[in-house]
């Protein structure tokens, strides 16, 4: 049986080709008399037969819009692939909660010199030895072009070939399970890329008039679309055995239905995970600063797993680097780092010069903390810098290491991104590979206008549809063997050994954390005490030595200079952290 929704067209027809592209069959479909816009036939495909759709008398063939693989491209014929004949090994694997856990990011085509999934296979046993817990993927799904960071998709269920397309995004999973890392798929739910995007020609995906950032706006009044995404979302995690699914730019979901689509997949992954005995996470992006995401259900909230916090990001960068331009201003603030560690969002109803309004709402404190996935760096905020550059190309190593310290050591779930943990120097560029020479023009021309409105010199502005800026977004592995990089990788997993090691590190009470500004000077040359529970961060960023109070029981477990520790007091060099506490802990009601 074969099926596809296509409300907007009179006739429809399934065409299947041979191995040389070749006509072998074809067959009309009989409209369903639903009323739904569905049209089936009693056509049975096998593994790896392609076939595609034609639309009325419209001879171009289509590909399937739920195809699970394009083996060569976008543009062309779909192909079938059935996920059940995957040879899992997995079937001892129970999942991973979010909570206590420590995410790395990880873009396929540039986390290691082949791009594919089959290769990043091989640096898994990199990211457990680090001391990671769930590995988050930038989007698979198919786009146009050999490679770009994959928020231009236009077939949601399948995996970009370029990549090694299903069966390998499954091996890949399988691996990640075979040594204890749950995998997180980031999803785009709320637009479709500019090429390749043929949804439109078969129903209404998109709602007319309504556009956002990226482009037209994804219907969610249609039943049909809403039962596409919900089915996307459950087929990575039940077909590709995922444990998770961040939510891209949910603020950019237009949705005025009685039930929010972030509720409707909140509840449907839930009944997932309850049938399947394993957690299952759901993560937004979001813009809002809206607690209503990760609020439970029963409270009036959607009951999604975590959000990001752009807010702690930053409050992170302001404090590292004092830029204050654009919306880093309000994060100047000498309370920036204190009021994120304590509530999370800066941003909690006060005024943001930024947008010129009042923006966001405080999260109750009975939300734990885990709840808000924290970072000093990640894709958006590196990539969508003029010249994609990453803090170790401004930063000292000292400073590197400080921000290991505050990302490692936040009461949120910690994200790193890729290379991170050994302060990788290679940048992180925006890239794109359009086919079409006008659309790869105006991306290019588009990006460096943008940038030069902000002041920066056109010439320095990569362009992203050159070969070179995406070779130049790879790792470079070797680093690693570099002192100044290995020390960074050394001190990253320390201090995830920490973060596990004491239970103060994890404790989901925000009133369990305390924030005092030690030095109040400008963005950049600050000091801070972090206390959680019985376990301190103190922090100087300064260009001076910096002296804290210290309990007679506390030693140093991790620093990054080596302080001077006297009886009552320990004292920082610049641009330094230690994180100290009681060596021994007694547990209540024991002796």
Request: overall charge negative; cysteine-free; glycine content about 10%.
């Amino acid at each position: 049986m074969i099926a596809v929704w296509a409300p907007r067209a009179d006739r429809v027809r399934v065409r299947v080709l041979d191995p040389d592209g070749r006509i072998r069959q074809e067959q009309e479909l009989a409209r369903a008399d639903d009323r739904a816009g569905w049209w089936r036939g009693d056509l049975t495909l096998g593994d790896g037969e392609r076939y595609g759709f034609l639309l009325g008398d419209d001879e171009r063939l289509r590909p399937d819009p739920r195809s699970r693989w394009q083996p060569e491209g976008v543009h062309a014929a779909s192909a079938v692939y059935d996920p059940r004949g995957f040879p899992w090994t997995d079937g001892a694997w129970q999942g991973r909660p979010l909570a206590g856990g420590v995410i790395s990011e990880v873009h396929i085509g540039t986390f290691t010199p082949e791009g594919t999934l089959d290769a990043a296979i091989d640096r898994l046993d990199h990211l457990v030895e680090l001391g990671i817990t769930h590995v988050e993927l930038l989007p698979v799904n198919a786009f146009n072009g050999a490679w770009n960071w994959g928020y231009d998709g236009v077939l949601w269920y399948a995996v970009h070939d370029g990549y090694g397309g299903p069966r390998a995004y499954q091996r890949f999973v399988d691996a990640a399970h075979a040594r204890g890392l749950a995998v997180i798929q980031d999803v785009v739910y709320n637009h479709l890329g500019p090429s390749g995007n043929y949804l439109p020609e078969f129903g209404p995906y998109l709602r007319e008039g309504s556009r956002n950032t990226w482009g037209d706006s994804i219907d969610l009044d249609e039943p049909e679309v809403r039962a596409y995404i919900v089915d996307n979302a459950l087929m990575w995690l039940r077909d590709h055995h995922v444990d998770g699914l961040r939510l891209d730019a949910v603020h950019a979901l237009h949705d005025d239905g009685p039930v929010h689509i972030l509720r409707e997949l909140a509840e449907r992954v839930d009944a997932l995970s309850a049938q399947q005995n394993r957690p299952l996470t759901l993560i937004a992006e979001s813009d809002l600063n809206d607690p209503t995401l990760i609020l439970p259900r029963e409270a009036g909230g959607y009951g999604l797993t975590a959000q990001w916090s752009d807010d702690w990001h930053h409050a992170v960068h302001v404090a590292l680097t004092a830029e204050v331009a654009g919306y880093y201003a309000d994060f100047a603030d000498p309370d920036a780092l204190g009021k994120v560690t304590r509530g999370g969002f800066f941003h909690d109803g006060t005024f943001s010069s930024f947008r010129g309004r009042a923006h966001g709402a405080p999260i109750p404190p009975e939300v734990p903390t885990w709840r808000l996935v924290t970072f000093a760096q990640d894709h958006d905020q590196i990539g969508n810098r003029a010249t994609g550059d990453r803090l170790s190309a401004t930063l000292s190593t000292d400073r590197l290491a400080v921000a290991a310290v505050l990302v490692l050591t936040a009461p949120g779930t910690p994200m790193l991104f890729m290379g991170e943990e050994w302060g990788a120097s290679t940048p992180w560029q925006f890239f794109t590979a359009h086919p079409e020479p006008e659309l790869g023009r105006a991306t290019a021309e588009g990006r460096i206008a943008e940038f030069a409105r902000m002041g920066w010199d056109p010439t320095t502005v990569p362009d992203p549809q050159d070969p070179e800026t995406f070779a130049r977004s790879h790792l470079d592995w070797a680093e690693i063997s570099d002192p100044a990089h290995a020390r960074l990788l050394a001190l990253h997993r320390d201090l995830i050994a920490l973060r596990r090691a004491r239970p103060e590190l994890t404790d989901p009470d925000a009133a369990e954390n305390s924030v005092r500004l030690v030095v109040a000077g400008g963005p950049g040359a600050r000091a801070w005490r972090i206390d959680r529970g019985d376990v301190a961060i103190l922090v100087n960023l300064t260009a001076d030595a910096v002296a804290f109070s210290r309990p007679v029981d506390s030693a140093v477990l991790v620093g990054t200079a080596l302080p001077i520790v006297e009886e009552t007091r320990i004292t920082l060099p610049p641009e330094s952290a230690v994180v100290i506490g009681p060596l021994v802990k007694t547990v209540p009601g024991r002796q």
